[in-house]
Each structure stands twice: as structure tokens, then as C-alpha cells.
């Protein structure tokens, strides 16, 4: 893990640098406040996954233009976007380490903060002249919607099935991730096939990082996660994890677990005997074997392409899906 991480930052730094640049020069709202509420997260520490993928797709079809950090932080602005509202609606506390933005300031400034982030993606979308991209940004937005209030609306149904699961991750993570690479080929112009293969990439790559997102919350510690272990279980979501050690449980065991969903004041102890009962029904197994199947996919889906520095390092970047530790 550490060595691969270090490969990346190695050959990822130059475009690193290029996406904070641009982060910074494209956030200019008319309200100091907004800029304050939207740097607290945009500058608290993100791994920039998004744009980096968005400029790896470009160059891979032979895009160089210098303005393609500037169409990449359209993506990191979505996803900040979808962090503040989602923070919002959990009533989360923590977010990479520190205190959520809704905690420091009125949740209504909170929300339209995450609005204006919603509208600048739009606008930098226009700017390309494509109105395919402004599509593909369009409907990014309107499928994280659906996928947040898909899953809000399902909290606390302890029925939810691992199909209509992987339904809620796709809106929730997948699109996004599936819709940087897509933009990257369209910005190039690429060939049909090409765009087809990123664009599968993204989605595989988005189902592998939101299963391990989801194995993170009983595996890793709070200092390591940057938010409170256990806050998928508090917040009563049924993450792949659950639902396949649910399906083999004993009905005691069945009991217990699901007493624990939704529950804010369960004890370490209790916390520690439900990841013992999730390894030992196979939630831990599973939902690991279903990550490593969408990383393999992935990195299928580049197959055609022609070896290079970029596509090396996409197929780094799968494999780092499934060994990151936050």
C-alpha cells in the first residue's frame, strides 16, 4: 500500500498542483462567506480522485491543452457539493477530520453553498462548447440527487436487497467518477470506443470505491477514516456489508444486528461484537470479493487502449481502490 501510494503521488504531484491552482481560481463567489463555507471543504484535505481521473482520461486520448485542470475541478466541486448537503441530511459531525461544515455555520448557508458549487460545475461545463459534456454534467447532478433521496428515504428499511444496494451506490458514487472519465474522452474528441471503455473504467472503478467506503466504516479507526467509525450503522444505512451477514445470521444474531442500526448510543463493545458477527457471516468477505471483481472489470475496460503512462496509472489507481485505508 505504502509504495503504490507512493507511485501515484509521484506521478500524479504535477497535475495535483495544476487542480489546486485551479480550485482556487475558478471559486469566486460575490459572498465572502460562500467562499469560506466551501473552502472549509474543499481545502480540508481531498485525495482530488475525481479531476486527476478526468485529466488521466484526457491525455490518455491525447488531450495537452493547458485548460483541462480548469474542466477538471467541475468534479470536485460536485462531490463537494453532494459532501456538504449529505452532511446536512445525516446530521454528520465529522468530515475528513474535521468538524462538518454545518456545524460551524447555519445549515440553510450550508446548503446553498452547496448549490452555488452545484451551479459553477454547470457553468464550467458550458464553457467547453459541448454540449455533450453539459449533458453528461446535468445528469451526474440530477442522478446524485435521486441517489441521495433513494437511500434517505430507505433508512431504516432493513429490507433493502443487494441489487436495489448497488442501485443506490451507482446514483450516489459511480455516475460521478463514470462521468469525469467520460468527460476527459469527450473534451479530446475521442473515437466512441474509447469514450465506451473510460466510461465502463469510471463505473467499475466508482462500485469498487464505494464498497470499500462502506468496509472502511468497520474496519478503520476514527483518526485513520477522518469521521466516526459506525456512522453508516447510527445512521441506520444498509451497506453491503450488512445485507449479505443479515442473509446468514442466525435469527439471535439477526436480532442484535439489527438493533444496532439506527441506533446513536450503542457501546464500543457492542460495536466490536457486531463487526465480529459481519466478519463472521461473510458481510466483510463478500462485500471485499464484489470490490476486487469491479477493479478487475475495470481495468479490463483499458485493455484496448495502448500502453502508456496514463493508462498505467489508472490501472495503479484501481488497485488503490481496494488497499487504501481512507
Known amino acids: 500500500m505504502t509504495d503504490l501510494k507512493r507511485q501515484l503521488v509521484s506521478r500524479l504531484s504535477p497535475d495535483l498542483e495544476k487542480i489546486e491552482k ?8 460575490n459572498i465572502e462567506l460562500v467562499k469560506k463555507i466551501a473552502g472549509h471543504l474543499l481545502f480540508s484535505g481531498g485525495k482530488r480522485l475525481r479531476p486527476i481521473l ?16 480548469d474542466f477538471s475541478v467541475i468534479f470536485e466541486y460536485l462531490h463537494a457539493a453532494t459532501l456538504l448537503h449529505d452532511d446536512v441530511v445525516d446530521g454528520a459531525l465529522v468530515r475528513r477530520g474535521n468538524p462538518a461544515a454545518h456545524t460551524l455555520w447555519d445549515a440553510p448557508a450550508v446548503v446553498l453553498t452547496g448549490d452555488f458549487l452545484l451551479a459553477k460545475s454547470l457553468e464550467l461545463a458550458a464553457m467547453s462548447k459541448n454540449p455533450e459534456i453539459i449533458r453528461v454534467i446535468a445528469s451526474i447532478t440530477r442522478e446524485m440527487a435521486q441517489g441521495e433521496i433513494d437511500q434517505m428515504t430507505r433508512k431504516g428499511d432493513f429490507s433493502l436487497s443487494e ?73 441506520g444505512k444498509m451497506t453491503l456489508p450488512v445485507i449479505e451477514s443479515l442473509k ?24 466490536e461484537k457486531f463487526i465480529s458477527l459481519a466478519d463472521k457471516h461473510g458481510g466483510i468477505s463478500y462485500t471485499r470479493e464484489r470490490a476486487v471483481f469491479h477493479v478487475a472489470q475495470a481495468k479490463k475496460a483499458l485493455e484496448s487502449f495502448k500502453r502508456n503512462t496514463e493508462i498505467e496509472t489508472l490501472e495503479m489507481l484501481a488497485d488503490y481502490a481496494l488497499l487504501r485505508k481512507s
Open 54 to 69: 478526468m485529466m488521466l482520461s484526457a491525455r490518455s486520448c491525447g488531450y495537452e491543452k493547458e485548460d483541462a485542470s
Open 163 to 235: 441489487e436495489e444496494y448497488m442501485s443506490v451506490i451507482k446514483r450516489k458514487t459511480a455516475v460521478l467518477i463514470e462521468g469525469a472519465l467520460k468527460t476527459g474522452a469527450l473534451l479530446s474528441g475521442a473515437e466512441n470506443g474509447k469514450t465506451e471503455a473510460l466510461s465502463s473504467y469510471g463505473y467499475h472503478l466508482g462500485m469498487a470505491f464505494q464498497m470499500a467506503d462502506d468496509l472502511l466504516d468497520y474496519t478503520t479507526d476514527l483518526e485513520t477514516l477522518g469521521k466516526n467509525p459506525g456512522a453508516d450503522l447510527r445512521e
Open 248 to 271: 446468514n445470521a442466525k435469527y439471535e444474531e439477526k436480532e442484535f444486528m439489527l438493533s444496532m442500526l439506527g441506533s446513536t448510543d450503542f457501546s464500543s463493545d457492542d460495536f
Open 22 to 29: 485551479a480550485l482556487v481560481a475558478n471559486l469566486d463567489p
